[in-house]
């Protein structure tokens, strides 16, 4: 089997500022002050990864599970319409399909957020497994959300698996799950952060990897 498993926000959909913002008034709504940017450096974490960041153990562990259903519903009401694709995504995975390629979503957002990506995608009919943080205990930079992406590929030792992502944390939980990451630049992490991470190799954007197909890690040897 040859596959590619692909991170969503940042990498395939044009939401990472708009994530970021929701971040800073659900804490805001909580007395909490942040900077955007600082909000931002850590977007590709699920939020038991990145409230850490900006809260006491204390206070997540009284007030977490309370300010992410607030940012969750914030999002949805407030930002998710305002989600746009990268350009050349649906050519992309029409290209992977027709190379051979299986393909897999993982993402750190809930499964319903997953449902919704797609949707907005428009690639539900060439995606083969999707998982999201209701797979796992621990979100990326953890491997978790790989490795149940891997256990429902069914994969075996002898495939080929790459990820693409467009974050450090994609890059550091697909090595621990022994996977090879390809970085885009969409997402807004400097290269140097990707390369630093592992990526094997870094292309602009869903598009620019679409355009470069032969010359990239996914293309048959």
């Given amino acids: 089997m040859r596959a590619v498993i692909f991170d969503i926000d940042g990498t395939l959909l044009d939401s990472v500022d708009l994530h970021a913002r ?3 008034e659900a804490f805001a709504h909580f007395g909490v002050e942040t900077e955007e940017r600082e909000v931002r450096s850590q977007i590709g974490k699920g939020g038991d990864e990145l409230m850490p960041v900006f809260l006491s153990r204390e206070r997540i562990e009284r007030e977490g ?3 992410e259903s607030f940012r969750s519903d914030l999002f949805k009401r407030k930002y998710l319409s305002q989600v746009q694709p990268f350009p050349g995504v649906r050519a992309l995975f029409e290209k992977l399909r027709a190379e051979g390629l299986t ?3 993982a993402s750190s957002g809930k499964r319903s957020e997953v449902e919704r990506y797609t949707d907005i995608l428009k690639i539900g009919d060439l995606v083969d497994v999707a ?3 209701d797979d796992a205990d621990r979100s990326k ?3 978790d959300i790989f490795e ?3 256990k429902k590929l069914d994969s ?3 495939d080929t698996i790459h990820v693409v992502g467009d974050t450090p944390y994609d890059a550091e939980a697909a090595g621990k799950a022994g996977l090879p990451t390809i970085g885009l630049l969409c997402g807004g992490f400097p290269e140097a952060d990707l390369s630093a991470a592992g990526c094997i190799a870094i292309f602009r954007d869903p598009q620019d990897l679409l355009d470069g197909f032969a010359q990239s890690p996914l293309a048959r040897r």
Avoid: F, N
């Fill in 65 to 67: 599970e309370t300010i």
């Fill in 131 to 133: 998982t999201s943080s």
């Fill in 22 to 24: 929701a971040w800073v």
């Fill in 156 to 158: 075996g030792s002898s």
């Fill in 141 to 143: 930079p953890h491997p």
């Fill in 103 to 105: 393909i897999a979503l």
């Fill in 148 to 150: 149940a992406a891997l």
